[in-house]
């Protein structure tokens, strides 16, 4: 099931209008938000409710290294590494799944701890898990 359809953006280190934080979350490649231009750089996930993580798909450009981190809310928890990604290729879009392990989490904490270059983008963020 695709979480990311009731989730939020609850917090970002970084703000541009035209590309809002909101954009990774509306299911379109073409929409995005973009860092400010420092590292690290990172954004938090909003679940409806708790939810067992089974995979995120981060489509991105620029990033060349991601850590994952969850906490579910319900317990009190802090957040807790879930994986740490990196990345080839920063000079185009490109797809990729993290795997989970199958967390339970109400907030998933995104963060961007380096680029290609000076900006990265997140054009979508999808979800998916069992509530």
């Known amino acids: ?65 991601l850590t994952l981190e969850g906490r579910d809310a319900t317990q009190n928890n802090d957040f807790v590494r879930i994986t740490h990604q990196g990345f080839e290729n920063g000079s185009t879009q490109q797809s990729t799944e993290l795997n989970t392990s199958g967390v339970r989490a109400t907030h998933l904490r995104f963060m961007i701890d380096s680029g290609f270059g000076d900006f990265c983008a997140v054009y979508r963020v999808q979800i998916v898990g069992q509530p």
């Open 1 to 65: 099931m695709d979480l990311s359809q009731r989730a939020t953006v609850a917090v970002t280190t970084s703000f541009d209008e035209r590309n809002p934080p909101s954009a990774m979350l509306d299911g379109f490649d073409r929409s995005f938000w973009s860092t400010g231009g420092m590292y690290p750089q990172e954004f938090i996930v909003a679940l409806e409710q708790p939810a067992t993580i089974d995979k995120v798909v981060l489509v991105s450009a620029g990033i060349r290294g």
